[in-house]
């Protein structure tokens, strides 16, 4: 799921659309995961951190 909603973020800021990308970032980081979900989701959050530094 985390994946699904950090590829949902990419493509609101193709969108142009930061609103929606923030939100889904927000909720790709309230995903309760386990060690091995978190290890297969890594480069999801690396390009959840990068997206996230474009908002700012």
């Given at each position: 799921m985390t994946r699904s909603l950090v590829y949902r973020a990419e493509l609101a800021?193709?969108?142009h659309d930061?609103?929606?990308?923030?939100e889904m970032l927000t909720r790709a980081q309230a995903v309760?995961?386990?060690q091995d979900e978190s290890e297969g989701a890594a480069p999801a959050f690396d390009n959840a951190a990068d997206l996230a530094a474009a908002l700012r």
């Open positions: 800021m193709v969108l930061p609103k929606t990308a923030a309760t995961l386990t």
